[in-house]
């Protein structure tokens, strides 16, 4: 997708949040989890270790 959409601004920060609701879809989640700014951090952190 990087190819396509990586000059968005916000491409970067998005793509994790999004490949998380898609883990929540195939494990049959129906709503999509509330992304606090707590969430956030704690992704980021994960992420970038």
Same mark, same amino acid.
């Given at each position: 997708m990087r190819p396509r959409y990586g000059q968005w601004p916000v491409f970067q920060h998005v793509m994790p949040f999004d &490949?998380? *609701? &898609?883990? =929540?879809?195939? =494990? +049959? +989640? +129906? =709503?999509p989890s509330i992304w606090t700014d707590a *969430?956030? %951090? =704690?992704?980021? %952190?994960e992420l970038n270790g």
């Open positions: &490949v998380c *609701r &898609v883990i =929540e879809e195939l =494990e +049959g +989640g +129906g =709503e *969430r956030d %951090r =704690e992704l980021w %952190r």
